[in-house]
């Protein structure tokens, strides 16, 4: 996923820009990028960011330090160099978004067989932005080449185009990914995290609905296409990758953990010593998980933030293992035959867990190790945002092929937690973790905890299926 900013002011935006874009350095670990709109020109600026992060990259950087304008947009890019400038039939614009097309390949060829020309190409594919600003230019006018490229595309994407008029600022057309407007007296904000406008003193003034399109000028905000009702976004922000300071459709990130993990513990009945998260997001489910039994929050596990920031995410998965083992420090004295429920957001690949956390605690002398995710084991890649893309990637997944030899071809047994065949596979699990007991999260549970209406949440990554209900 990556996170994206919009901004019209009254004076220079250039500084809100800066910050409320670094707001959003948890959603991306490739590219920092600025385009400023002053009037006469689009200017841009790109830097990487995956050995450094954003801030420290554009502090220093004179041209960034130069650009000037009343209106930009800023980016902070898990995948794709972005913004890009791009002419198209109905005049220059910048472009920047998030989310993942999944039939890209597909449409880039059949656009080059209809001769368009594409600039940017990586590792044989083409920039996601510059395919939607493609699809975007077969349309009549602006609104008509939206319309057609959420026609074309499977997958989801939010973007915001920055132009002579102002800023478009498009909600993908199922709302999988948030965009929200602000404003601050005269000044006008979108974008992907509201932690971003704490600071800054804007207020929240709208959740952009499912495929709503506003239009940002100086002396406006003007509803281009109202939004549908088929909101389907997507419940992992809710989980793990938002901000805790943020809101998604009204619903505050921290407060959805603490509930869920209030859900985690009603349905516990071990005899444990103490709760503890595993940092982040964790901690959110264990002080909910305390709140609801009584159990004491602990922190047996510290992390070394002076020198490994949360907001500085390594691409590599080698990378980011060996900071899993070098940042977690135990403090053995609270751990020493302890009994402890650990609360963690998800398990993914299982790896940082099982290798590093897991190890560290028993090494430190616990006496029994209860985890607790705070979402249903994870079984379907996901197809609408840049995270992960096969099975063997998915713990429960891996769990499944090494004691079945291959993947099941029906997986329906073991998404229902009441079935003989996942409680197998629980006790496969915990095996290979090497902790006394493992128990997910339910999805009513999970779903409950955000207040949302459940058709309105993508669930797919853990069901399968497109619609919750
Ligand atoms: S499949 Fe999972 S990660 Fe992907 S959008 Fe849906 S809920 Fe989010």
Known sequence: MSGIVGIIAKNDCKETLFYATDYHS???????????????????KIHSI???????????????????????????????????????????????????IENQNILAKRLIA??????????????QCELVAELINKGKDLIDGIEYMFSQIQGSISFLLLGQEGIYAVRDKYGRTPLVLATRGDD?????????????????????????????????????????????????????????????EGKNVEEFREESGRFIARRDNVKV?????????????????SCESGVPVRIPLLKYTPGWARSYIPPSQQ????????KQITADALIKN?????????????????????????NAGAKEIHVRPACPALMFPCKFLFSTRTLDELFARRILKENLGKHPEDITP???????????????????????????????????????????LCTYCWTGKEKTV
């Open 26 to 44: 948890h959603l991306g670990t490739e590219y920092g990028g600025i385009a400023i709109f002053d009037g006469k020109k689009i200017t841009k």
């Open 50 to 100: 995956a050995r450094a992060q954003f801030k420290s990259r554009f502090y220093d950087d004179i041209d960034f330090l130069n650009m000037k304008g009343y209106a930009g947009i800023g980016v902070i890019s898990d995948r794709d160099t972005q913004p890009l400038i791009i002419r198209l039939k109905f005049g220059e614009y910048a472009i920047c978004g998030t989310g993942y």
């Open 114 to 127: 209809e001769g368009t020309t594409f600039s940017e190409m990586y590792d044989g594919r083409v920039n």
């Open 188 to 248: 006008k904000i979108v974008v992907s995290e509201t932690c971003s406008f704490k600071n800054l003193g804007f207020e929240t003034r709208k959740f952009l609905g499912p495929g709503e399109i506003l239009l940002l000028t100086p002396s406006r905000i003007e509803q281009i296409k109202k939004p549908h009702n088929d909101l389907r976004i997507c419940t992992f922000l809710f989980v793990y990758t938002g901000f805790p300071a943020s809101e998604y």
């Open 273 to 289: 010593d103490m709760v503890a998260g595993i940092a982040d997001s964790g901690t959110a489910y264990a002080h909910g998980y």
């Open 319 to 326: 990378t980011r293992d060996l900071i899993a083992l070098m």
């Open 338 to 362: 302890k009994k402890i429920v650990i609360t963690e957001d998800s398990i993914v690949r299982g790896t940082q867990l099982k290798n590093f956390l897991l190890v560290k605690l028993w």
């Open 414 to 456: 073991y998404l229902d937690p009441t079935t003989k065949e996942y409680k197998k596979m629980l006790r496969w699990m915990e095996k290979d973790l090497n902790v006394t007991s493992l128990h997910y999260q339910r999805l009513e549970d999970m779903i409950a905890a955000t207040g949302l209406p459940g058709e309105s």
